[in-house]
């Protein structure tokens, strides 16, 4: 089986900052070492520089695909793998595919060319990737429809940013290195503006810093280096779900503050074997607060909380850690341990601060120790080694004392000592303390002294009381320690279990849940996988979902695995689990399976209601088209024959007339084709928009002087402030020609068309409305319902529904010849100084979005 090939990304922060350039040098590079490059698929957008660059590497011819009655070109991916050369070239990792090709998106043809052992180059613009989705669209106003996940980029064996700063970009746009001519301006104001790449820029430089630091940590894992490197700083802190955590939070938020690049954790260490966890209210609080400061919440699980809180710190390349001073008593520190103390003296090269607070002011004191939670190898340990030490130095005390105290004040003292060992390590622990607290009492207090022989009848019988008190107080704390371990269990089980539930009901996705699940084991990475159908002998897995570093890509990688079924398993790197905590992680495999299935029928429900709304829309479509050709051609056949009927004998002007309306028909008949056309192209995803905000007045003016003398007659209405919308200007502006030109084809001599628009709430609302009778050659042949929508019409109703408008049509005048069009979009912000029209317009020049490929 061949190795699997390497993965090389050059990532852009915009369009046009030199990535599919920088792709092509690169390949010429190889191919002039003797490599052998392909170019698989390679977009050069009419940049010359790019097509040139190209020259000299093989190019696998494309592949086309129809859809919809349209062609399209896709990489052929059977016939690279076919070739299979050294190093493919292939352009556009976010792209999503034609329906009806092999895989949906571009990023799994690659992954089939690097499991054939083909080395892969592309490009990608950082606006593409996944989780920065929202974060783009508020910067620049624009949604991508084609996203990346993160995971697929994160898993590259070499990433290389291609940067330019803003100023360049913008000099090579005005150039005309980037876009036609026709749309540099509107680029310039719209998608293309300083701030806008200066934040893109600013994003690309981040996503690939945090990818930097993951390299680190993988380098320090692989070669065990646990000391942390000090390339940043990153604070910790500690939360215990005490209400003092408020405090410390802000406490190293105001660390971070001081330090530029620095970043900001908070952690919360559940005790594998506490009965009762921190509470989860105020947890909830202080991870609103964290995250609220620009941090991040995590949660894990581990025996020894010091332990924990380490081992979390060194595998983050923590350098500071913020602790609260100890809320436990005196005698509790002495007896159990102080972390803050412990903390320090194990912390190695990082720093720890202890914080004062309120919590702790009252914690002074004394107090008993309370009761243990749970009986380990570890607290037997602790309770034998107690038992060792507490015995002797209560013998040599009450040795001291034999003048002042007698048999039965030294055995209540001996009972007492045996309590605190039984409380500490339960039943074993506790019996033998009594039999050996039974032998000094007898040896060094009961007469003769210094032997195990008893003189006096009382002293046989008293201690063999305190033997039998003490073994029954061992014994009850043995069962409670049994009953708490048990209790424990089933305490952490429901915890994990109801966290994750918590979790799905709140709609997190599964990356999220898996990095959940891998913080409360403590794992340093899970994966979610998936088998692809096919031969059983040779399985392809997916990752659907995956955390932490180096996930495992396949089952055999992992360290623990967890089937769900027979196509899915849970599967993780790290520490080992104990059997009770492996039954925890399979009961929560389980629950991710749930989650899994639960999001594959939504989107399948998703998917099949789109596609049943586009088979819908589809035959809508193909019968207005059909019978609006049908109209148009029964025009031009009935003109041509009345001309070839004694043409000689007809005057020159009919004879103009006739070829005048034959040829208004056949051009009627190839927009309605050119119609046809866009409408498959929108339905099958393949017409791309760019929303942005429009200014409405500018594109109405373009319209009403592109429908030339008819566009004067059209009464237009619009408020003194007119805001800008959330649209395409080309898309919105090809909206606005067609509903016009509808309105002027249906009305009367005598009446015109009026257009008005008004703001309503958070909407601009665009009405035109047309009343007479159409010509004879458009309403021949159709009913009433017919005359309500053409197929132009339609292709502009579901334009303004993609760019997420609404539309509204219907009939109007006193016999409903007429025809009322109301369109909707959304407003993005007022502002005045814009005068109020009605009547004609000026002509002004068209702005059209920038990458955009749809005409009026």
């Not at 190019?59 to 086309?64: A, E, F, G």
């Not at 949660?299 to 979390?312: H, I, P």
């Not at 699940?517 to 392809?540: D, I, K, M, Q």
């Not at 629950?591 to 899994?596: D, K, P, S, T, V």
Request: with cysteine; hydrophobic share 45%.
């Amino acid at each position: 089986m061949a190795a699997r090939g390497r993965l090389r990304i050059y990532l852009g922060a915009a369009p046009g900052v030199g990535k599919t350039y920088a792709m092509l040098e690169e390949g010429q590079r190889l191919s002039a070492q003797g490599t052998d490059v392909v170019t698989g698929f390679v977009e050069p957008h009419g940049r010359r520089p790019t097509a040139a660059k190209a020259e000299g590497i093989e190019t696998v011819p494309r592949r086309t695909v129809v859809h919809r009655g349209a062609e399209f070109t896709e990489m052929d991916l059977d016939a690279v793998l076919a070739r299979r050369p050294q190093v493919a070239l292939v352009d556009e990792l976010a792209h999503t595919n034609v329906p009806g090709s092999r895989n949906a998106k571009r990023w799994q043809d690659v992954d089939e060319l690097l499991d054939a052992g083909i080395d892969v180059v592309t490009t990608l613009n950082v606006q593409h990737l996944e989780s920065l989705n929202d974060v783009v669209a508020q910067i620049t106003g624009v949604r991508q429809r084609e996203r990346l996940p993160d995971e697929v980029a994160r898993r590259a064996d070499q990433i290389e940013l291609v940067d330019l700063p803003p100023e360049g970009v913008r000099r090579r746009m005005t150039h005309g290195d980037i876009y036609p001519p026709d749309r540099i301006e509107a680029a310039l104001t719209h998608y293309f503006r300083v701030g806008n790449l200066t934040a893109l820029r600013e994003l690309a430089l981040l996503w690939l810093a945090d990818r930097v630091e993951e390299g680190l940590q993988r380098y320090r894992t692989e070669h065990g280096i646990a000391a942390p490197w000090e390339t940043r700083e990153r604070i910790l802190v500690g939360l215990t779900g005490g209400r003092e955590g408020e405090t410390l939070v802000r406490r190293a938020a105001r660390i971070t503050a001081r330090t530029p690049g620095s970043e900001l954790l908070a952690l919360h260490v559940t005790p594998g074997d506490a009965l009762r966890d921190a509470d989860p209210a105020v947890l909830a609080e202080q991870r609103a607060l964290v995250e609220s400061l620009g941090g991040s919440y995590h949660q894990t699980t581990a025996d020894d909380v010091v332990q924990g809180l380490l081992d979390f710190a060194r595998a983050e390349n923590i350098t500071q850690i913020v602790l609260g001073a100890s809320r436990r008593s005196l005698l509790g520190s002495l007896l159990r341990g102080d972390v803050g103390r412990r903390t320090i003296r194990e912390s190695g090269p990082i720093d720890v601060h202890v914080v004062t607070h309120e919590e702790a002011a009252g914690s002074a004191g004394l107090a008993l120790p309370r009761p243990g939670r749970g009986t380990g190898r570890k607290r037997v340990r602790l309770a034998l080694a107690g038992a060792a030490v507490l015995l002797p130095a209560l013998t040599a005390v009450l040795t001291a004392l034999r003048s002042r105290l007698d048999l039965s004040s030294d055995l209540a003292l001996y009972l007492l000592a045996v309590v605190v060992v039984a409380l500490v390590g339960g039943l074993g622990p506790a019996l033998l303390a009594a039999i050996a607290a039974g032998l000094l009492a007898n040896y060094y207090f009961t007469a003769p002294v210094h032997t195990f022989d008893v003189e006096r009848g009382n002293d046989i019988i008293a201690l063999a009381v305190f033997v039998a008190v003490a073994a029954l107080v061992g014994t009850a704390a043995g069962a409670a320690t049994r009953r708490t371990y048990l209790a424990t269990r089933a305490t952490a089980e429901a915890r994990a279990l109801g966290r994750l539930a918590t979790a799905m009901m709140h709609g997190r996705d599964l990356p999220a849940l898996v990095e959940q699940l891998r913080e409360y084991f403590g794992l340093t990475a899970v994966s979610l996988l998936e088998r692809a159908p096919g031969p059983a002998a040779r399985p392809r897995w997916f990752v659907v979902a995956s955390a932490g570093e180096r996930p495992p890509e396949r089952p055999y990688e992992a360290d623990l695995e967890s089937p769900i079924d027979e196509h899915l398993t849970l599967a993780a790197r790290g520490r080992g689990l104990s059997a009770e905590d492996q039954d925890i992680f399979g009961a929560c495999a389980a629950q991710l399976g749930i989650a899994h299935a639960h999001g594959r029928v939504a989107l399948q429900a998703a998917e099949s209601g789109t596609r049943k709304a586009a088979e819908r829309s589809r035959e809508t479509a193909l019968a207005l088209a059909v019978r609006d050709l049908r109209a148009s051609l029964a025009t031009t056949s009935a003109a041509l024959d009345r001309l070839a009927e004694r043409a000689g004998s007809r005057p020159p002007g009919e004879r103009a007339r006739l070829l005048t309306t034959a040829q208004d028909s056949t051009k009627r008949a190839e927009r309605l084709a050119g119609d046809l056309d866009d409408l498959g192209r929108l339905h099958a995803g393949a017409l791309e928009l760019h929303l942005r905000p429009v200014d409405v007045g500018e594109v109405l003016t373009t319209v009403l002087d592109d429908l030339g003398p008819g566009g004067r007659t059209i009464s237009v209405s619009l408020p003194e402030e007119l805001p800008d919308v959330i649209a395409d200007a080309a898309v919105l502006a090809r909206v606005l020609t067609t509903v016009a030109t509808e309105a002027l084809s249906s009305s009367g001599p005598d009446r015109s068309p009026v257009l008005a628009a008004q703001v309503s709430g958070d909407r601009l609302i665009v009405r035109t409305e047309c009343a007479g009778a159409e010509s004879r050659a458009v309403t021949a042949g159709r009913t009433a319902g017919e005359r309500a929508e053409t197929l132009s019409l339609r292709l502009a109703r579901d334009l303004v529904e993609a760019m997420g408008g609404t539309w509204e049509a219907g009939a109007a005048g006193h016999q409903g010849t007429g025809r009322v069009v109301t369109l909707a979009l959304p407003v993005v912000a007022r502002h005045s100084g814009r005068a109020g029209r009605s009547g004609t317009s000026g002509a002004e020049a068209p702005q059209a979005a920038p990458g955009d490929d749809v005409t009026g």
